[in-house]
T-cell receptor, first 113, second 114 residues
Framework: EDQVTQSPEALRLQEGESSSLNCSYT??????LFWYRQDPGKGPEFLFT???AGEEKEKERLKATLTKKESFLHITAPKPEDSATYLC??????????????FGKGTKLSVKP | ETGVTQTPRHLVMGMTNKKSLKCEQH?????MYWYKQSAKKPLELMFV???????ENNSVPSRFSPECPNSSHLFLHLHTLQPEDSALYLC?????????????FGQGTRLTVV
């Protein structure tokens, strides 16, 4: 069964304290891995897409990496405005649902000033 | 603003009511989706439409009825819901559901069933 597991469930950081969020996946064929940010009461906001192992993408203080089994979202010198829930999702390359996203439960990040 | 607009933002309905959620996208996409988000659970895919045709019904109870009149609009008709149906309902769109392109989400409708 396709599965996406995110850890930790919650992460509290001090402003400027760098850390990483993990997304591990078990799928038979990966088409793409997506990271989203979700603020309370709002819809997920797209951040990155990664397609193959070794790929990296950056945006401001965020950097996403991908291996054959997991993805990391590295947050460098976070600020309070980075506080949100970060969601990981995968697309598979088989069956009739090739474009559909399978989501993890998310990591809730809190950054204190 | 993601280009995907959902209305209403909040909805409270009784178990015997009938209501509809609306989603509109201005991105020129051909695929639209309904997701359900409940506390402590991953987003659950409900329905997928690609070029106005329903391509996925993820074992959703018949009290939820989707409608996609064109590629820009998607509705979710609700009737005789249960309290456990209370959740954030999210609409999303993407270029094509068979392609590995990112999906863009609306702000969601917070539904409370009393």
């Amino acid at each position: 069964e396709d599965q996406v597991t995110q850890s930790p469930e919650a992460l509290r950081l001090q402003e400027g304290e760098s850390s990483s969020l993990n997304c591990s996946y078990t799928v038979s064929g990966l088409r793409g891995l997506f990271w989203y940010r979700q603020d309370p009461g709002k819809g997920p906001e797209f951040l990155f897409t990664l397609y193959s192992a070794g790929e990296e993408k950056e945006k401001e203080r965020l950097k996403a990496t991908l291996t054959k089994k997991e993805s990391f979202l590295h947050i460098t010198a976070p600020k309070p405005e980075d506080s949100a829930t970060y969601l990981c999702a995968v697309q598979v390359n088989y069956g009739g649902s090739q474009g559909n996203l399978i989501f993890g439960k998310g990591t809730k990040l809190s950054v204190k000033p | 603003e993601t280009g995907v607009t959902q209305t209403p933002r909040h909805l409270v309905m009784g178990m015997t009511n009938k209501k509809s959620l609306k989603c509109e996208q201005h991105l020129g996409h051909n695929a639209m989706y309904w997701y359900k988000q409940s506390a402590k659970k991953p987003l659950e895919l409900m329905f997928v439409y690609n070029f106005k045709e329903q391509t996925e019904n993820n074992s959703v109870p018949s009290r939820f009825s989707p409608e996609c009149p064109n590629s820009s609009h998607l509705f979710l008709h609700l009737h005789t819901l249960q309290p456990e149906d209370s959740a954030l309902y999210l609409c999303a769109s993407s270029q094509d559901s068979t392609m590995n392109t990112e999906a863009f989400f609306g702000q969601g409708t917070r539904l409370t069933v009393v």
